[in-house]
């Protein structure tokens, strides 16, 4: 065993010391993987930031009410007597002020996104205090937070980086009023980071939506409380509402979209490591004709073949491992924390971070390898089939 | 003739070789055809819009909704021709995945202001006499099998009906084509009125307002007229062109053409660095034969031209093979239900091939430029020398 160890040494370092004559050649099949496993990761990490966001965002024991069939906030509307009925639901959670529940009013404004300078549209939600209560992880990162019954509002921190014109202490003319920005809140990395928010009933009076709401949210009592809403719900024929808790409503989104960027991320990779894959086919069958006379003369003097195939393997793999190496730090360099947004199925944007997981990083590294293996098999065994004779003739 | 020849024997001497060039040459093809025809989907919105219609939104955002008195302000404006309005209904068909972009109109003067698209007199006159008649785009028609006499009901995410439900009932009518394939053809048209006096609330209000003017040149002074009219009314307007206003909602998915640019410029990057370095090593294997026929009175601006007519011939029959199969893979796809609701004018484009062709000349021109020129400068005596 320790003699084939020996020598398929020998033979990668031959083919180690011929690499220099088709150095470029090698260097291009590098670089082709490492773009291939470069386009791959951004893809992946476009979808699986995109899913963070999401996923983040619901909590298992908040329950979210909209009208019937609406499934969207924007398409929602409640009736004022409606949202307090909800109130009164079983599985609720209460505290000192009574029911923790937040009717929230959900409107379309324009943005400039930064990056084309044209109008987005993002959501300038109206709330009451119960909003903040309601959510585990609302903060205020700078600024201080409105005051009711004023023109102010806070912004999301998503928005700063995508958006123009919303920084501290600017004004927004948004329909005849403006509006002061007093403070920049966060809420962990989820979706209500890409909103505006201001008090609910100045939402109501200036966008003329009287005293109804788009949304009610609802803290309860346990998760599983959640089917003692339903049931009042559904007993009650003044509400006719779709009942779900808020994960699921954004675990719903997070999976539409994110397998759309899975499915269009996959096959283009898969069609440039096919392009990739000629080219270091190209280069191990350049690289094993340039060592014929070496290989068929170790091959003569009692090398196996064995010896010839897995060297010549060793050299194809090594080259496309260390593409992947290079395309997995070029996307963590160029691509991990890149920040970006698209329309979310509530018809506004969506900030996210483009982040690399680890199942990505199996993939990239796992692709490059199936490039390295399939591109230096062939190869490899030509390397073993060569005719000895070839070690006497005076040209290889 | 015997050039020619030359050639050809040069590029199929290594079997092999060539056959994975030109593998990889036609997969940098493929991904240009395939992303190409996207991408035109996306920027036809932009294209196929008329020079002359501008469209008058709410300075919010387009969803707010404009009083319906609007309509006749505008249409008293110098350099207005003709004006609708719209509403967003929010359709879909039996469950709420089946999208249908469906749209509350004004029967009357709809067509007049999208003239881009076919529609049979006879049809039209009949839908615009039938209340609960509903005009229906050609793509959509075809998604969902619907024919002119179906009855049919859309459902509603975001309006209800006055007695309960969200569901209205209809009679298609009427089938319209796009003047040309650019023409967004999705969606169902209904009556405006049909709409405001079955549901429960919205009504006087209209989601925005498409207009023509008389002349493209006035566009400008027409759109400021527009919105300094209802300039601090309750409802402000933001008048922009139709194209303007496709830019900015592609613009809202993203970043899309930057993205697909990117892959295509990667993919072809990589394929370039291949193609060439094969190039080098086929032309310097040849070193020999060169120098023999210079000896035997070649011209070096022959051998020139022969080792440039082999990757320009490279590149073209794997740059050919590559746009064919994603002709064939575009085509095939637009016939797809699922993805005609997403992408509605997806076709392969003429102007693909055309690009396509210059880029293939270019490729096999970069390609074979280096070697072509070393081969030429080739000193005959060193070369026969080396051997």
């Known amino acids: ?396 | 003739m015997s050039d020619l020849y030359l050639v050809f024997k040069n590029l199929t001497r290594n079997k092999l070789r060539l056959i994975l060039s030109c593998f990889a040459i036609f997969i940098a093809f493929l991904l240009f055809g395939v992303l190409g025809s996207v991408q035109k989907v996306f920027d036809s919105g932009e294209e196929a819009s008329s020079d002359t219609r501008l469209m008058v939104v709410n300075k919010i955002n387009f969803t707010q909704p404009l009083p319906i008195a609007y309509v006749n302000k505008i249409k008293a404006i110098e350099g207005v021709a003709s004006v609708t309005y719209a509403n967003w209904f929010g359709g879909y068909y039996k469950e709420q995945k089946n999208m249908v972009p469906t749209f509350a109109v004004d029967q009357d003067t709809y067509f007049e202001v999208y003239n881009n698209f076919v529609v049979d007199p006879a049809q039209l006159q009949e839908w615009q006499n039938t209340r609960t008649g509903l005009m229906v785009g050609r793509v959509t028609a075809n998604q969902w099998g619907w024919k002119v006499g179906d009855k049919i009901s859309l459902s509603s995410n975001i309006f209800s009906q006055k007695t309960g439900g969200q569901t209205w009932e209809f009679n298609i009518v009427g089938i319209f084509d796009g003047e040309n394939p650019q023409v967004d053809t999705s969606g169902a048209l209904l009556h405006y009125k049909y709409f405001i006096e079955t549901q429960t609330f919205g009504s006087d209000w209209v989601g925005w307002i498409p207009l023509n003017t008389t002349e493209a040149a006035l566009n400008d002074s027409v759109a400021s007229a527009i919105d300094e009219q209802f300039a601090n009314s309750p409802a402000e307007t933001k008048t922009s062109t139709e194209a303007q206003f496709a830019k900015a909602f592609i613009e809202q998915l993203g970043n899309i053409g930057f993205i697909l640019t990117s892959v295509v410029s990667a993919a072809f990057f990589t394929i370039l660095m291949i193609v060439a370095n094969t190039m080098a090593l086929a032309v310097s294997e040849r070193t020999n034969e060169i120098a023999v026929l210079k000896t035997l009175g070649f011209s070096a601006k022959r051998i020139f031209g022969q080792v440039l007519s082999e990757s320009l011939l490279l590149s073209i029959i794997g740059g050919l093979f590559g746009l064919g199969l994603a002709a064939l893979l575009v085509t095939g796809a637009a016939q797809a239900p699922q993805l005609k609701s997403f992408l509605p004018t997806l076709m392969f484009p003429t102007e693909i091939w055309l690009k396509g062709f210059a880029y293939m000349l270019l490729l096999g021109f970069v390609t074979g430029f280096f070697p072509a020129y070393n081969a030429m400068k080739l000193k005959t005596i060193d070369a026969l020398n080396r051997s």
Do not use: H
């Open chain 1, 1 to 396: 065993m320790g003699s084939v160890i020996k020598q398929i040494n020998a033979v990668i370092v031959m083919s180690l010391n011929s690499l220099p004559q088709r150095l470029w050649m090698s260097l291009a099949t590098l670089l082709a993987v490492a773009i291939v496993v470069a386009v791959l990761l951004a893809f992946l990490a476009m979808g699986n930031g995109f899913k963070k966001t999401l996923e983040s965002t619901g909590a298992e024991d908040i329950v979210i009410m909209m009208r019937e069939g609406a499934s969207a906030e924007l398409n929602s509307v409640l009736m004022r007597d409606q949202a307090n009925l909800i109130e009164e639901a079983p599985g609720v959670l209460n505290d000192e002020q009574g029911a923790i529940v937040s009717g929230e009013t959900y409107v379309i404004v324009d943005g400039k996104k930064r990056s084309s300078g044209t109008d987005a549209n993002i959501p300038l939600r109206g709330v009451s205090s119960r909003a903040v209560d309601i959510r585990d992880n609302f903060s205020i990162v700078s600024g201080r937070m409105f005051e009711p019954g004023k023109n102010e509002i806070v912004v999301g921190s998503s928005i700063l980086s995508e958006f123009a014109g919303f920084e501290l202490g600017s004004e927004v003319k948004l329909g005849n009023a403006k509006w002061k920005v007093v403070g920049i809140f966060d809420t962990g990395g989820s979706v209500f980071s890409s909103e505006l928010w201001t008090d609910i009933r100045v939402v109501q009076s200036q966008f003329n939506r009287g005293s109804s709401v788009q949304i009610v949210r609802a803290k309860l009592e346990s998760p599983e409380a959640i089917e003692q809403v339903k049931a009042y719900i559904a007993a009650d024929a003044r509400l006719n509402l779709d009942v779900q808790s808020e994960k699921t409503y954004y675990g719903e989104q997070a999976k539409n979209v994110g397998g759309v960027i899975n499915y269009i991320g996959w096959p283009l990779s898969i069609a440039m490591a096919l392009g990739a894959l000629a080219g270091a086919l190209n280069t191990m069958y350049t690289s094993v004709a340039q060592r014929s006379v070496e290989i068929a003369t170790l091959r003569a003097i009692g090398f196996g073949s064995l010896s010839s195939f897995l060297g010549t393997l060793f050299e194809s793999v090594v080259l496309s491992i260390l593409g992947g190496v290079l395309g997995t730090f070029a996307a963590f360099l160029f691509f991990d924390g890149m920040t970006t947004s698209t329309l979310g199925s509530s018809f506004t944007q969506i900030v996210f971070s483009f982040e690399i997981s680890s199942d990505a990083l199996i993939d990239g590294v796992s692709l490059a390898l199936i490039i390295g293996l399939v591109g230096g098999f062939f190869p490899a065994l030509r390397a073993a089939r060569l005719p000895v004779i070839l070690a006497f003739s005076s040209q290889g």
